[in-house]
């Protein structure tokens, strides 16, 4: 989803792109397993690039729950594998985290100056690569996106859940509204991403379209764009009707404070770029 935006939006810099990933989904991306350190050193030493983008990771937060020693081979040693590689070789790191290191009870967003305290095995994974890195590497972004959308078919996140639902002639929706997060639409994410990497201000950013919202709210404004408003029905549930395996943060709200403070917050409204992704795909 991410490196499906990333990309042009780096070639439109001039920048020469190579792609790794464990899954090939298309036939310019190389096979790479960030788990592996011989293939990852093989890979970057190969190419001496200026920069790494680490943006491998097993997002599947029920399955780091019921798999730890999978969470923290992918998402920690893989990241530290990278880590390692880049300080050798003297290359700049970008690692994606998420807001998911947070525990999710602060009432309003949450900044780059609070501490993190994952209530779950993925963000406590997530959060041990960002420790590893800023251990490693003194040269290096932690970008903390918040809730992804993106790639619209290639999405399996809860945007595109709820396209499919009210495509397939569902009338009544069942969606959580007590969990509160900040929509993060991955063309935003990439624009503003790459005016923030030229700057060499390295550190640790949240990058987040502005606002906060509930997923039952994001599902509603759905049901508005689609253009079946008063046809389909959505009814807010309490989380605790979905019991899932990995335990949820109340809150993965978080506000781009960093980006505020140095003049680099060019990410618009969530409710904006959700119009502008329904209005682009919809007829996909």
Known sequence: MLSAEVIPAAEKQ???????????????IQRLDVAVYEDVRQAVQEVSPDYVFHFAAETNVDRC????????????????NVALVCQELGTRLLYTSTAGVFYGD??????EFDQPKPCNIYGES???????VQRLLSKYFIIRP?????????????????VQQIREGKKELRVVSDKRGSPTFTKDFAKN????VPTHRYGLYHMTNLGVASRYDIACKIVELMGVRGQVKVNP???????????RADSEAMQNLKLELIGLNHMPPWEESLAEYIRHNKDK
């Open 126 to 132: 997530k959060w041990q690569g960002e420790l590893i």
């Open 65 to 80: 729950e019921q798999d730890p020693m999978h969470a923290y081979k992918v998402n920690t040693l893989g990241t530290e």
């Open 106 to 111: 602060k009432p309003s967003p949450y900044t």
């Open 237 to 247: 549930v309490d989380s605790s009707q979905y019991p899932l395996p990995a335990p």
């Open 14 to 28: 001039g920048h020469q792109i190579f792609a790794y990933d464990i899954n090939q989904r298309l036939p310019q």
């Open 193 to 196: 991403l790459m005016e923030l």
């Open 146 to 162: 918040g809730w992804m959308v993106g790639g619209w078919e290639i999405d399996k996140k809860f945007v595109y859940k709820i």
